[in-house]
């Protein structure tokens, strides 16, 4: 078509002529075209990619193989009605019970993160006769109203949006970095899972159906629990017959450098829900689980479907998704060489007062900026001006950060969501050369905040 824009500004302004637009889509660049860890805009400007698209592209843009297995399947079927089953997605379901640990054997699918987590309630509720579900402050589910209802976030994502699913309560968030309960981070006595149990049976009816919780709290600004809050979370679980749901949206498949990233922390869970990562473009989630809740749920009369659950088209993706992992053990790379990009990032907290802290698992990974490393004051101007100078320089991380208000309780809600978290989380394929690449941006980009908004 003649006479359309050519530059990104032109694009953006067609756009607000047409598009709903909300207050996340802040990015002024307009991507075209993709390969590998790396993206050019319309104006033909390179950008290396440390969000993976919206942190799907597990195998970095449009890797050769994957696009075949999509075009050949494509040119075979595409769709099928909800009766039928599918080789591809037959073959999925076994390729994820060969990887994923046991007991976690059986898989159904859908098609978005918050489809999966409303999939996973409806299986948890029928399975039990239970309808409470327990979350934790600050996680993060989805947009429909089950899944936002068991997300731990208020301001912006509630506002205006009526009353949530009922019978949801939350649990504090295992964060040592900003720890409430201990005085200090060597002094860890597990008061906030003290505090979970206390919680669970003051505001439950002590018998609820799940607990949801995020292996990694990644969008909360890559908070890792320690394992000892883990079982002790479990063992609370367990001995009330609640069952434990991993949501492993964005870091199942191999981004932590284990398949799952619940595997660091010494628990099988009951309930694996699982997006991003299965895809590794094409929208497709599963709900993953033992071969006893199966059961259950058939006998229960369990029914959650949708006219895409298990399409050929995005399961034969997926698959190929999944055997290219594999067979090239990207699992491993992803540990190995986010374990030198840790280093990395650790050699920036030694240098520079305003990242407080370097934490993540795997290709997974972020640094938290704070004014300075005694007051660790959430440094939002901080964490602007280096994703503004990585941007500018060719680098995309995952920032959520828009305007930056003065208000008290909107900077409140900011850090609350863990905007002020730089996140770095490049296609699993990524090598050691390409760190270095980038962090040579990044670096220059703290040294700049460090000036700017350093204390
Ligand atoms: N769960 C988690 C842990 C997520 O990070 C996300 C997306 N950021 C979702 C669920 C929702 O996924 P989707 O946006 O595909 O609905």
């Known amino acids: ?34 390969d590998g860890i790396y993206m050019w805009d319309v104006e033909g400007k390179r950008y290396i990619d440390f969000q993976s698209g919206q942190l799907c592209v597990t195998l970095g843009h449009s890797h050769p193989e994957y696009v075949q297995a999509l075009v050949d399947q494509a040119n075979k079927i595409m769709q099928t ?14 390729k994820i019970a060969e990887v994923a640990p046991d007991p976690l054997r059986k898989s159904f699918f859908a098609c978005t993160g918050s489809e999966s987590n409303e999939m996973a309630l409806r299986l948890v509720r029928k399975v039990t006769g239970r309808f409470e579900v327990i979350g934790v402050q600050r996680g993060y589910h989805g947009q429909t109203y089950g899944s936002a209802s068991i997300t731990g976030r208020g301001g912006m994502l509630r506002q205006g949006y009526g009353p949530m699913v009922a019978g949801a309560a939350f649990i504090p968030t295992p964060y040592t970095y900003r720890c409430s309960f201990c005085a200090s981070e060597g002094s860890c006595d597990l008061r906030c899972a003290d505090s979970a149990e206390e919680l669970i049976d003051t505001s439950t009816s002590g018998k609820p159906a799940a607990l949801f919780l995020e292996p990694m709290m990644s969008a909360a600004g890559q908070i890792v629990p320690s394992v000892e809050w883990m079982q002790r979370i479990a063992a609370i679980c367990k001995e009330r017959g609640i069952l434990l749901v991993a949501d492993e949206a964005l870091t199942c498949f191999g981004r932590t450098g284990k398949w799952f990233a619940f595997e660091h922390l010494g628990v099988v869970p009951d309930v694996v829900t699982c997006s991003k990562g299965l895809g590794g473009a094409v929208p497709i989630c599963a709900v993953v689980t033992t071969d006893e809740i199966a059961d259950k749920a058939n006998e229960a009369g369990f029914m959650a479907f949708s006219s895409h659950q298990g399409d050929p088209l995005l399961c034969a993706t997926a698959l190929a998704n999944l055997e290219i992992v594999d067979r090239d053990n990207l699992v491993e790379n992803a540990r190995v060489v986010g374990g030198y990009f840790m280093e990395k990032l650790r050699g920036l907290v030694e240098r520079y007062g305003v990242v407080g802290e370097a934490r993540g698992l795997g290709l997974c990974l972020g640094i938290e900026m704070v004014t300075d490393p005694v007051t660790k004051t959430a440094n939002f101007a901080g964490a602007k001006a280096v994703s503004r100078y990585c941007q500018e320089n060719g680098l995309l991380l995952q920032t959520l950060l828009g305007e930056v208000d003065e208000d008290r309780l909107k900077l409140r809600q900011m850090e609350l969501s ?38």
Request: glycine content about 10%; overall charge negative; aromatic content about 4%.
């Open 418 to 455: 863990g905007v002020h978290v730089l996140r770095f989380m490049p296609p699993i394929t990524v090598t050691r050369e390409q760190i270095d690449e980038a962090m040579a941006i990044v670096e220059e980009g703290v040294r700049v905040a460090q000036e700017t908004t350093g204390k």
């Open 81 to 94: 009605g909800t009766t039928f089953v599918a080789p591809s997605e037959v073959l999925l379901a076994k």
């Open 1 to 34: 078509m003649s006479g359309l824009p050519t530059t990104n500004a032109g694009w953006l302004e067609l756009g607000n002529d047409y598009l709903l637009r909300h207050p996340l889509r802040t990015a002024s660049i307009i991507p075209e075209r993709g």
